[in-house]
T-cell receptor, first 114, second 112 residues
Framework: DVKVTQSSRYLVKRTGEKVFLECVQD?????MFWYRQDPGLGLRLIYF???????EKGDIPEGYSVSREKKERFSLILESASTNQTSMYLCASSPSKGGTGELFFGEGSRLTVL | RKEVEQDPGPFNVPEGATVAFNCTYSNSASQSFFWYRQDCRKEPKLLMSVYSSGNEDGRFTAQLNRASQYISLLIRDSMLSDSATYLC?????????????FGTGTRLTIIP
């Protein structure tokens, strides 16, 4: 089974802190994604990556950056956390070839910024 | 107009009943379509893909109407374990480029 692991299930940070959310997948998938999910807004794509050291902005990249130094790991960085970044963050992966279009999600990281 | 629109519900349905959800999408060039299921406080998981010819998986039937740009999900003989939020998902690109667009979800509660 595909496993996508997010490093922290729950985090509480203060405004202005730098926050790292880590995601690791064990199925050698080329594609990795970071979404945030908010009530009434659904899942919105922050950043995605189709290969190592490659990144592309999603629909809401402002206030975020990402890093993909290794194929299995995709990190989301909040340089200076703000209260409007309180949300559920979901990492996902998928293969670029032979896939069915399915995304495999991690369990999510619930971030609260005070 | 939102790219993917769903009725948020909640739908409260008695056990054993049939329930149907619709979802509309705005990009007529969209390539592939899916229904995901998300349990409370859990991650979304693929329920089924939606093919042009329609497809069935047990009690679940999905249909696509490209002309009217909507997708439907029908659940027959509903069970308590069907209680979840159902997310309509659209991919404007080909497989291998899963930049999916998610609807906000339809919440379903099956009542004993």
């Amino acid at each position: 089974d595909v496993k996508v692991t997010q490093s922290s299930r729950y985090l509480v940070k203060r405004t202005g802190e730098k926050v790292f959310l880590e995601c690791v997948q064990d199925m050698d998938h080329e594609n990795m994604f970071w979404y945030r999910q908010d009530p009434g807004l659904g899942l919105r794509l922050i950043y995605f990556s189709y290969d190592v050291k490659m990144k592309e902005k999603g629909d809401i990249p402002e206030g975020y950056s990402v890093s993909r130094e290794k194929k299995e790991r995709f990190s989301l960085i909040l340089e200076s956390a703000s209260t409007n970044q309180t949300s559920m963050y979901l990492c996902a992966s998928s293969p670029s070839k032979g896939g069915t279009g399915e995304l495999f999600f991690g369990e999510g990281s619930r971030l609260t910024v005070l | 107009r939102k790219e993917v629109e769903q009725d948020p519900g909640p739908f409260n349905v008695p056990e054993g009943a049939t329930v149907a959800f619709n979802c509309t999408y705005s990009n007529s060039a969209s390539q592939s379509f899916f229904w995901y299921r998300q349990d409370c406080r859990k991650e979304p998981k693929l329920l089924m893909s939606v093919y042009s010819s329609g497809n069935e998986d047990g009690r679940f039937t999905a249909q696509l109407n490209r002309a009217s740009q909507y997708i439907s999900l029908l659940i027959r003989d509903s069970m308590l374990s069907d209680s979840a939020t159902y997310l309509c998902v659209v991919n404007p690109m080909n497989f291998g480029n899963e930049k999916l667009t998610f609807g906000t979800g339809t919440r379903l509660t099956i009542i004993p």
